[in-house]
């Protein structure tokens, strides 16, 4: 991440993409992001 990510707010909101991501994974679903 670069300074424009650094502050709480934002790396939560990265976080909680993340799992979200995860969870659509697991659940059968396309993610959001897809990096690969």
Do not use: C, Q, W
């Not at 990510?5 to 396309?30: I, V």
């Amino acid at each position: 991440p670069h300074i424009g990510s650094a502050n709480m707010e934002t790396r939560d909101a990265m976080g909680f993409r993340a799992l979200d991501n995860l969870d659509a994974y697991f659940a059968g679903r396309e993610p959001k992001d897809r990096v690969a």
